[in-house]
Structures are given as structure tokens and as C-alpha cells.
């Protein structure tokens, strides 16, 4: 089966930085994502590793492992607007099915 | 601007009903998802289409059905409705190839 592992919550001051882990155990791996949502919102896409390293999408950044089946989200530069649910997401199988952790919930604090 | 479209808000239906939550998207991706969203357990996939009339069970299938006779919509049965399938039901579409999901609003399923 397949099976995504991310802190529940996690608490930082505005102008921080905060990182957001996922470790995951699923078959035939094609990338993970990453997905913000606001409370009573959907979530939106935020961003996607398919191979090893750091992709950088102006304040937030996300990095894979693969070998150690292990991925990050990090948030720079923390915003009050930055307070939110984070969830990884892994795709997989042969028709990149999406299967999400349960969520880290972002507080930001002045 | 890209649009995925499911067809109630909020849905209030008694236990025993049959209930349909349509989802609809216009950017011509072949996989759409369901997914119930509950406090703490995350996004919960339900099924899985990855073509017309092609469909995989996820995680929770149990109680659940699904239709995708157009490539643009995909249908979720709730065959008896209980009240432990009182949740938020969200529907997202995305291409084959593609790193993004796009979501719809979600539906807000109370069964009483």
C-alpha cells in the first residue's frame, strides 16, 4: 500500500522559516507534490519533485530524496497569509494516481 | 481559467438515500479523484478514473460507487447513505502526465 507521514501542526513567527517534512512508503513513485489549503478553501498546488533536489518557487521551496523516500516544504520569509493545511502527495502507478498525507496545519504568529 | 466544477455546496440527505455528487471539468484531463477530507485524516482517496469508463479503487472505496461515462464528468453513488459518510467530498481532475491537481469546491455532505 502507500502511506505518507507529515507533523500535524506546526507553529512559527511571522518573517521565520519553517520547514515541513514527508516521508512516504508507496510503489512505483513518480513524484511528490505539495498542496496548500486555507480553511473553508480547496487546496491549490503548490509544488512537484520527480527527481533529487531543490525546486525553488519564490518563497517557498521543495526537496526530494528518493533514496530515502523523504521530501520538504520550505517556507521563507513567513507571511500571516502563510497560515494554513500543507499537504504532501505522493503520484504513483501507472496513471499518476495522487494519494495525500494527512496534513501539517501552519500557524503563524506576529 | 481552468474549472472544476462540483454540482452542490452543501447536500443534506437521510440515511438509506441514494446520493450522486457530480464533478465536471473543462481542461480535458483523463484522471479525476474523489476524495473525502475529515479533521485530522487528511485527503482520503475514494476511486480513481483514469479514462472513460476506466476506474480504481483508492483507499476507502467501501459504500461507494462511481460513474464516468464523458471524460468531462465523474459521478460518486453513495449506495445507502449512512451518517458515517458525513463529510467533505472534494473532486479534482488532472492530465496523465501532468504535476498538478486542480480541485472543486468541495461538497459538504451532512447525512441525518
Known amino acids: 500500500g502507500q502511506s505518507l507521514e507529515q507533523p500535524s501542526e506546526v507553529t512559527a513567527v511571522e518573517g521565520a522559516i519553517v520547514q515541513i517534512n514527508c516521508t512516504y512508503q508507496?510503489?512505483?513513485?513518480?513524484?511528490l507534490s505539495w498542496y496548500q489549503q486555507h480553511d473553508g478553501g480547496a487546496p491549490t498546488f503548490l509544488s512537484y519533485?520527480?527527481?533529487?533536489g531543490l525546486e525553488e518557487t519564490g518563497r517557498f521551496s521543495s526537496f526530494l530524496s528518493r533514496s530515502d523516500s523523504y521530501g520538504y516544504l520550505l517556507l521563507q520569509e513567513l507571511q500571516m497569509k502563510d497560515s494554513a493545511s500543507y499537504f504532501c502527495a505522493v503520484s504513483s502507478g501507472g496513471y499518476n494516481k495522487l494519494i495525500f498525507g494527512a496534513g501539517t496545519r501552519l500557524a503563524v504568529h506576529p | 481559467d481552468v474549472k472544476v466544477t462540483q454540482s452542490s455546496r452543501y447536500l443534506v440527505k437521510r440515511t438509506g438515500e441514494k446520493v450522486f455528487l457530480e464533478c465536471v471539468q473543462d481542461?480535458?484531463?483523463?484522471?479525476m479523484f474523489w476524495y473525502r477530507q475529515d479533521p485530522g485524516l487528511g485527503l482520503r482517496l475514494i476511486y480513481f478514473?483514469?479514462?472513460?469508463?476506466?476506474?480504481e479503487k483508492g483507499d476507502i472505496p467501501e459504500g461507494y460507487s462511481v460513474s464516468r461515462e464523458k471524460k468531462e464528468r465523474f459521478s460518486l453513488i453513495l449506495e445507502s447513505a449512512s451518517t458515517n459518510q458525513t463529510s467533505m467530498y472534494l473532486c479534482a481532475s488532472s492530465p496523465t502526465e501532468g504535476t498538478e491537481a486542480f480541485f472543486g469546491q468541495g461538497t459538504r455532505l451532512t447525512v441525518v
Open positions: 481542461m480535458d484531463h483523463e484522471n
Open positions: 519533485n520527480a527527481l533529487d
Open positions: 478514473s483514469y479514462d472513460v469508463k476506466m476506474k
Open positions: 508507496t510503489s512505483g513513485f513518480y513524484g
